[in-house]
């Protein structure tokens, strides 16, 4: 194997590769990875004619409008890729994973975060009482 | 196998669909190309489809086109680049 051969498969193994993230919402704040489609294997014939169903966005989110879209080749994909794919251009696999916004995917809302940075407000201190008399 | 090759060729070559069945497709479609190097090695784009359709995507298809398998092949897979189709959704 040449050194270029193992230079791609190293970099193929350790980093996977493209990724494309289709931002369905503006990205703020913090969004999960749905249950039902992270790294979702995706196949396809040569690399063009595709076998697996279409992703359902409805379905990923329980119903709430996803995230974003990450779509890639995983590590797995990859090692996959090289047999099915880059040797014998046969079977390719894409990995999906629809992010859904924070505390709405189908497995409930998520735990609230911690408290907010800072001192508790305190109630101001009862007014001193008047010393007794003597 | 030719012929399904052919067909495949001629409806575009995309490999990955996200749908959204409950929002129709409501005609607007955006189209654009992500750019890869070294056979899609190297890369990492970002497509901001909820400017490209504020109301929604119906469906968004993702793969290689015809344009980008002969790009591939040409420059040996130094330049892998990718195409995407997104469908808007909902009211015009």
Known sequence: ?134 | MAGVLAAALASGCFNVTYTNPTLPPNGVVMQGTNKFFVAALVGDERVPVYQMCPQGVSQIESGLDIGDLLLTVITFAIYTPRSYVVHCGGAR
Request: hydrophobic letters at 45%; glycine letters at 8%; a neutral charge.
């Open chain 1, 1 to 134: 194997m040449t050194t270029m051969k193992r230079l791609a498969l190293c970099a193929l193994v350790l980093a996977g590769c493209y990724r494309t993230r289709f931002e369905l919402q503006p990205p703020v704040g913090y969004a999960t990875a749905s249950p039902l489609y992270t790294d979702h294997f995706h196949l396809s014939l040569i690399n063009i004619i595709e076998v697996s169903a279409p992703v359902d966005l409805n379905a990923a989110c329980g119903g709430v409008p996803p995230a974003a879209i990450d779509e890639n080749i995983g590590v797995l994909g990859g090692l996959v890729n090289i047999f099915t794919s880059y040797v014998f251009p046969i079977l390719h696999v894409h990995n999906a994973t629809v992010l859904c916004p924070a505390g709405n995917g189908p497995m409930g809302p998520a735990p609230m975060g911690p408290a907010p940075m800072g001192p508790a407000p305190m109630a101001p201190p009862p007014p001193m009482a008047p010393p007794p008399p003597r």
